[in-house]
């Protein structure tokens, strides 16, 4: 009999682990291979839909619109950005979200994103340098953290500390309550862009070819958009705005399998984005002593090299 047996009977042990299991690591495991493939997919929409290789959701701003409208949603609102205790008139409880919570935080991150979204398609019709286009994304970006850092200036100090938490990035933020919530909106933009899959390689040869084969370029737009800002804006509420992976990921897929078809690239970048968000996320709980390093300290590890060789190949 060892000494923990004397303090800790062995059913008081096991239910432990189990509530440790089913609590923290399986939610955040799940979390993890959904908002990995979510970004992923993201990316790669973007860089079919605007022909652009450095196109991603955090580039154009889009994660930052959502993240500034679930910041005005949950300081303004909640007073603390802490999903499992905000309240607006009571749709939510401090047990955990109910459907009206989640739809408040989901609907306001979307019509952020979308608005970004929307922002920057209008200024692709207008300027047809993609670089030009890309520093205007990131100067949107900008914009959005600027409007973040004001409502952190005037919020609570608990809400600016939890802010600052959950703008870092960490897929820890969902409970096994909430995880349904969650993985119903992803899947659900996962499975439209799997549709897409004949259209995107339609784009690539350009947009006069792809309405040549009987695609309303406009429609298929707005789409893209709305799969775009739905899958970003489900991750970046309840995980926090996440870096690079929406980035990076397309291009390693490219690297690996040498295609640009979409029927081989899709399935596969949705499948090395969970395990690269997977990665990121155990490496991020490894350090001792119960720390968790931010999601976004990590993923710079892997993407930044990822695109300046991209870079530099393009040359």
């Not at 609570?156 to 960490?170: L, P, T, V």
């Not at 009987?214 to 707005?222: M, V």
């Amino acid at each position: 009999m060892t000494p923990a047996d004397s303090y800790y009977p062995n059913e008081t042990i096991e239910s432990m682990s189990h509530y440790i299991v089913m609590e923290s690591r399986l939610p955040n495991a799940i979390t993890a291979l959904l908002a990995g493939a979510a970004l992923a997919t993201s990316g790669l929409l973007l860089q079919t839909a605007f022909r652009n290789p450095l196109a991603g959701p955090d580039v154009f701003g889009i994660s930052s619109g959502a993240a500034l409208a679930v910041a005005v949603v949950m300081l303004a609102f909640g007073g603390n950005i802490s999903i499992a205790g905000f309240s607006i008139g009571g749709f939510l409880s401090l047990d955990g979200l109910t459907i009206g919570g989640f739809l408040a935080i989901l609907i306001s991150a979307f019509a952020g994103a979308m608005l970004v979204m929307g922002i920057i398609t209008l200024f692709s019709a207008m300027v047809r340098n993609q670089v030009v286009l890309l520093i205007i994304g990131i100067m949107v970006g900008y914009l959005a953290s600027s409007g973040i850092s004001l409502l952190n200036f005037f919020s609570s100090a608990e809400g600016m500390k939890s802010y600052m938490i959950w703008g870092m990035g960490n897929m820890g933020n969902v409970s096994m309550a909430e995880v349904p919530y969650f993985a119903t909106v992803t899947l659900i933009g996962l499975l439209l862009s799997l549709l897409l899959v004949k259209p995107l390689n339609a784009l690539l040869l350009g947009e006069q070819y792809a309405e040549n084969l009987g695609f309303n370029i406009r429609r298929l737009r707005i789409l893209l958009l709305v799969v775009t800002g739905l899958l970003t804006a489900v991750v970046t509420a309840f995980c926090g705005p996440i870096a690079f992976i929406g980035l990076a990921t397309p291009h390693i897929v490219r690297l690996l399998i040498r295609t640009d078809n979409h029927r081989q690239l899709l399935p596969l970048t949705m499948l090395m984005g969970s395990v690269i968000a997977l990665l990121c996320n155990a490496l991020c709980v490894l350090p001792a002593g119960g720390g968790i390093i931010p999601l976004n300290a990590v993923t710079p590890l892997f993407g930044a090299p990822v695109i300046i060789y991209v870079l530099v190949k393009r040359r």
